[in-house]
């Protein structure tokens, strides 16, 4: 191995994710990450190494590189495995290709034209329904027919470690007539993965199922922030809209499909059976750890949730052929949320309102304070990693401290 890679790092020879950086001498530009280290895919291009423009490499997203097409980012990912175990590889010899990635600033991977988010964990749609409906009839009739989704916010998406200011907003106090104004006292985090499109689409075109991985470049863990009393008060009869769109978090890293492929695992059994259109063949869903922790200011991390991406009812493919049926057009670079991923166990639920279930079970933190949602100074942290024989690939994290209201 050309550089030393620790045992349990997630950026192992079988990751080689992409992501932009920079460094105080240079401006953004592509890198990979292995191990704790970062290689400067904009220098490596200076030796000649590569036979398209690499150009790509110099710019501020990722979006022009993955529109070169899977071909040919594929085989820069697997030229790079062979480079990194090869002693006499081109990159022998030059360590001023690999910069540590605690000297580097990383920069949002990819300009995002538009985000979808799902609602895909039965767990989670289960939990919410149970709290804000009936118990006896948590789910929607739509819900197991349709991947519920809705039209997101792309331009408030930003890249892990960017500090957020406390949202405010309209609430309605509990047996009031008139709302009032003010920061939101029920800020939560979303755990969720997001999947970033590779590939066009022209308006009218449809994908299907069985075509879904050619368009999705990468996944990056997603930390869709949510303010739930802002949210129970604006959400009818439209949706989602003010309590959603203030922030939401992307680790920096896009973790390749293909890094994925030897953690493929079979969903849950869909009944009743779906229509003809979300249909599937072979495996679609992805054994990968999720957890979250909190930092109260000053204080130890406390992990609150351990999930797994392999939970979700919907899978990826069929959000994509959901998403599109309609003849609605696909772009380089549009992230789609999973929804937030709730597994069974109280303890792997993918949001403090159902981790803390509304307030009424509150979590404790190392410090001795209690949690029924996010408080000022805390950091919330999600990590996420698949690992299996020996291999581990995983995303690092995406975490971000929460401010006081501006
Ligand atoms: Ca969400």
Redesign the pocket.
């Known amino acids: 191995m050309i550089i030393d890679i620790p045992k349990n790092s997630d950026f192992s020879i079988h990751n080689i994710p992409f992501g932009i950086f920079s460094t105080e001498d240079r401006s953004p530009r592509a890198g990979v990450a292995v191990g704790d280290y970062i290689l400067d895919l904009a220098a490596l291009a200076e030796l000649d190494v590569f036979d398209f423009n690499t150009a790509v490499f110099e710019k501020e997203t990722l979006n022009d590189f993955i529109s070169l097409g899977k071909e040919i980012t594929k085989k820069v990912r697997l030229d790079i495995q062979h480079w990194l175990q090869d002693e006499n590889s081109i990159l022998a010899g030059k360590p001023e290709l690999f910069i540590k990635q605690v000297d580097a600033q990383m920069h949002m991977p990819v300009y995002i034209g538009d985000y979808t988010?799902f609602?895909s964990s039965i767990e989670h749609a289960t939990n919410v329904g149970k709290m804000f409906r009936d118990p006896e009839n948590a789910l929607l009739p739509n819900w197991k027919h349709i991947p519920v989704g809705y039209h997101?916010r792309a331009s408030s998406i930003v890249v892990s470690g960017e500090p957020i200011h406390r949202p405010k907003g309209q609430t309605i106090p509990v047996g009031a007539d008139k709302p009032v104004f003010g920061p939101t006292q029920r800020l939560d985090f979303?755990l969720?993965m997001g999947f970033i499109t590779g590939k066009n689409t022209n308006l009218g075109e449809s994908v299907l199922t069985s075509e879904a991985e050619e368009y999705i470049f990468g996944l990056v863990l997603l930390n869709?922030w949510?303010a739930r009393d802002i949210q129970k008060w604006e959400y009818v009869p439209l949706g989602?809209f003010l309590a959603?769109n203030f922030a939401s978090h992307i680790s920096p890293w896009i973790v390749t499909l293909e890094a994925f492929e030897t953690f493929k695992v079979p969903g849950p059994k869909q009944e009743p059976e779906v229509l003809p259109y979300l249909q599937y063949e072979g495996l679609k869903n992805y054994d990968i750890n999720l957890e979250v922790a909190i930092s109260p200011e000053g204080s130890e991390e406390q992990t609150v949730c351990h999930s797994n991406f392999k939970y979700m009812y919907w899978n990826m493919a069929q959000q994509l052929a959901h998403h599109t049926v309609n003849g609605c057009n696909i772009n380089i670079g549009d992230l789609y949320?999973s929804?937030?991923i709730s597994g069974k166990d109280e303890n792997s639920y993918g949001s403090m309102l159902e981790l803390a279930w509304m307030g009424t079970k509150p979590l404790k933190m190392k410090d001795g304070s209690e949690r029924k949602f996010i408080n000022d100074g805390d950091t919330v942290t999600m990590r996420g990693f698949a690992e299996k024989d020996g291999k581990r690939v995983g995303f690092g994290e995406v975490s971000a401290k929460i401010l006081p209201v501006k």
């Open positions: 988010d609602y997101g979303e969720e869709d949510s989602p959603k949320g929804g937030t």
